[in-house]
């Protein structure tokens, strides 16, 4: 497999002098798998429309598109570079769109094709001359997508329903795990509080601890992992709590605890610099070794072959 980043910032498009470097467009990774290439793609943030736009190029010219777009969740700076997604417009263009939803009376073509309306954007979603097929998904421990290339799916911590993503192939593995931040006890701990209910507290520190520990046995031994890292520890400490977004700190601690081995920090915070990134790293990153795994800021056009 190879990977390549497309977009890698969270939240907002943060372009500019200050974001060269890293790079400003939201989240998209592209995934090529095995000898024929087969394409992958994960979210569809402003970074996707560079990457339709390098596919016109590359792939097109060797025959019709054919590509899975597998959705993190639908929140906007996840799904607003669809309508500007070249492909889509192209004849024989074939996509499966693949997603959770969080509402159960709207399915997956109206959440990410609602914003293709004349009172957003100029072109309708019945107007596309691509074939597009929605597939909702779910927590699924084993999915078989064909051609050897085999799926885990798994429900993260975020405001709405929100997937990680394990996709293996030839026992060559890459995850992602954003939108997402630690499980916690949601019961009120603090003794004195007149609320205060002694075995309900410890039950949701119990459901904290395994749900936290069943998210590190999702990516536990990955070849890749793709994690949230939008906030450092004391950023999160300070007013980020609930907000659906990782310390880099945890999250590497996480991932040398599930002998991860190679540790792409994701999603950076729109406000962040390139040169407060590059400070970061000279505390934060590594290469790997017995103690853990190679950890790295992921950046724009950056290319991992697995």
């Not at 795990?177 to 075995?199: G, K, V, W």
């Amino acid at each position: 497999m190879k990977v390549r980043f497309w977009g890698v910032r969270g939240s907002i498009p943060s372009p500019g002098a200050k974001t060269q470097k890293y790079g400003g467009n939201t989240a998209c990774i592209e995934l090529r798998v095995g000898e024929a290439g087969r394409l992958v793609i994960v979210d569809a943030g402003s970074g996707i429309r560079p990457l339709g736009n390098f596919m016109m190029g590359h792939d097109l010219p060797k025959g019709p598109i054919r590509a899975d777009i597998f959705l993190s969740h639908t929140h906007w700076d996840h799904i607003m570079g669809y309508p500007f997604f070249t492909p889509i417009y192209i004849p024989g263009t074939r996509l499966k769109v693949h997603g959770p939803v969080s509402f159960e009376d709207d399915p997956l073509e109206d959440v990410v094709g609602g914003q293709m309306k004349y009172r957003y954007f100029p072109v309708n979603l019945g107007e596309l001359a691509s074939e597009i097929e929605y597939i909702r998904l779910k927590e699924t421990p084993l999915i078989d997508m064909g051609d050897g290339l085999m799926l885990t799916t798994k429900l993260i911590n975020h405001p709405i329903t929100a997937l990680g993503y394990r996709f293996t192939y030839n026992n060559v593995s890459v995850c992602t795990c954003y939108d997402t931040e630690p499980f916690r006890n949601l019961f009120i701990t603090d003794p004195s509080h007149p609320d205060y209910d002694e075995a309900m507290a410890l039950e949701g520190e119990e459901v904290a601890v395994e749900q936290n520990l069943a998210v590190e046995q999702f990516f536990a031994g990955a070849d890749l992992l793709i994690h949230d890292a939008q906030y450092t520890a004391a950023e999160y400490a300070k007013g980020r709590v609930n907000w659906g977004h990782t310390a880099m700190e945890h999250a590497i601690a996480a991932a040398t605890r599930a002998g991860v081995k190679r540790l792409a920090l994701f999603h950076h915070d729109p406000d962040r610099t390139d040169q407060q990134l590059d400070e970061l790293a000279v505390s934060l990153c590594r290469p790997a070794s017995p103690e853990g795994p190679e950890v790295f800021f992921a950046a724009e056009g950056m290319e991992i072959d697995l």
